[in-house]
């Protein structure tokens, strides 16, 4: 892989997230601490998430920079990771917000019988050893006409990994009713440089 294995969304999966964690909010689209690359994110979550308050569900949040947009959009977020040491930094920076934070599995994660509007996941779903099965757990925790925001890619040129957004379609439609695909490689301010890689968004309602 040609990126950096402190990217979550490139990392392997048996990675020390708790050790990672400090300079996590590095990478541009991590901590979104550029105006420019804060804003595009700011600019698409308006546009994927509903019109009104929502209960959203951040599955594997990492320190909690969507999650924050989110919140400062209206929305009442509850947050998971299955490190400590990030859930630790999303509390510290959602303090004083209507968020929840939780350390936990993003496969399972520890909600009990909650359900939410929204079920937000970036970078993530590929690296679970059951992607159609953490899918069809999820959607157990959708409100009826709820809807997946799942931003995904893949990464790589010798030995790419990653999931191609026409599987990560296949997977959903078991389960949703209306999945569509935005291209992101293409758009520099997300990520606050340059990328070749695939990357996109499926908004799927149920």
Not at 32 to 42: I, M, Q
Not at 57 to 70: E, N
Request: net charge neutral; charged share 25%; hydrophobic share 45%.
């Amino acid at each position: 892989m040609t990126r950096k294995n402190t990217h979550r969304d490139a990392g392997a999966p048996e990675a020390d997230w708790d050790a990672l964690a400090a300079g996590f909010d590095d990478e541009p689209d991590h901590g979104l601490r550029d105006p420019e690359v804060r804003a595009a994110w700011a600019d698409r979550l308006r546009a994927w998430l509903p019109g009104h308050r929502a209960d959203l569900l951040d599955l594997g949040c990492g320190t909690g920079s969507l999650a924050l947009l989110a919140v400062e959009q209206g929305h009442r977020v509850t947050a998971v990771d299955r490190s400590p040491a990030m859930a630790e930094r999303a509390r510290a920076k959602l303090a004083g917000h209507p968020a929840e934070i939780l350390c936990g599995d993003a496969a399972a994660p520890p909600v009990g019988e909650r359900r939410f509007d929204v079920i937000l996941v970036r970078h993530v779903l590929w690296a679970l050893p059951d992607p159609a099965g953490a899918l069809r757990h999820w959607r157990g925790l959708l409100r009826p006409g709820g809807r997946f925001v799942l931003v995904e890619g893949v990464w790589g040129t010798l030995t790419p990994v990653g999931i191609p957004a026409a599987r990560l379609t296949a997977l959903l439609e078991p389960t949703a009713r209306a999945v569509r695909v935005e291209q992101l490689s293409g758009h520099r301010a997300l990520w606050g440089k340059e990328v070749d890689d695939e990357r996109y968004a499926v908004v799927a309602t149920v």
